[in-house]
């Protein structure tokens, strides 16, 4: 079925630790994005790509990579987990950066201990 | 900057009892303003997008409505599977969200 899969949908890891979030869509969507949602806060986005190759930061990107070399794939890495990075992390796409609505997948709940 | 507030944050309905949720807004050139529907462990999902005031969109008992400085969603005769929570995104440079009411409908 079309749509976004994210994986793992929970991950349980520990302080200083490498972890990587993946997110596949098959809508073929030029843009895709990373949010992470906290009690109080909302959904913030943490990076976007408006292509493979391109991505670029947004409000809350410290401690965070991305890539994107496919178009369909944009995983994200917590290259030295801290708690404070403990979330729900969603990923999205759309066809374009702000005037399309954007399309979630389920999140990942990641705890960082 | 950017900003997003929805109102109430909860809001607990019998069913049948119709009700507004409020989405209020300043951003510097808005592009659209999009509603979203989020249950327990899931992403939200895409409801509606308005793109100048004076529109209005309806799914089943929804209905969103946009002014210059506002949304409404009206939720008419509202059912137990309307419980969720309902978001609203701003889009102008980048897409804001609020932080959602979370609606509880009881039969």
């Known amino acids: 079925d079309a749509g976004i899969t994210q994986s793992p949908r929970y991950k349980i890891t520990e302080t200083g630790r490498q972890v990587t979030l993946m997110c596949h869509q098959t809508w073929s969507h030029s843009y895709m994005f990373w949010y992470r949602q906290d009690l109080g806060h909302g959904l913030r986005l943490i990076y976007y790509?408006?292509?493979?190759?391109?991505?670029d930061k947004g409000e809350v990107p410290d401690g965070y990579v991305v890539s994107r070399s496919k178009t369909e794939n944009f995983p994200l890495t917590l290259e030295s987990a801290t708690r404070s990075q403990t979330s729900v992390y969603f990923c999205?796409?759309?066809?374009?950066?702000?005037?399309?609505?954007?399309?979630f997948g389920d999140g990942t709940r990641l705890s960082i201990l | 900057e950017d900003q997003v507030t929805q109102s109430p944050e909860a809001l607990r309905l019998q069913e049948g009892e119709s009700s507004s949720l409020n989405c209020s807004y300043t951003v510097s050139g808005l592009r659209g303003l999009f509603w979203y529907r989020q249950d327990p462990g899931k992403g939200p999902e895409f409801l509606f997008t308005?793109?100048?005031a004076g529109e209005e969109k309806e799914k089943e008992r929804l209905k969103a409505t946009l002014t210059k400085k506002e949304s409404f969603l009206h939720i008419t005769a509202p059912k137990p599977e309307d419980s969720a929570t309902y978001l609203c995104?701003?889009?102008?440079?980048?897409?804001?969200f609020g932080s959602g009411t979370q609606l509880t409908v009881l039969p």
């Open positions: 999205a796409s759309s066809e374009s950066q702000i005037n399309q609505p954007q399309h």
């Open positions: 995104a701003v889009s102008a440079r980048q897409l804001t």
């Open positions: 790509s408006a292509a493979a190759d391109i991505t």
């Open positions: 308005l793109y100048s």
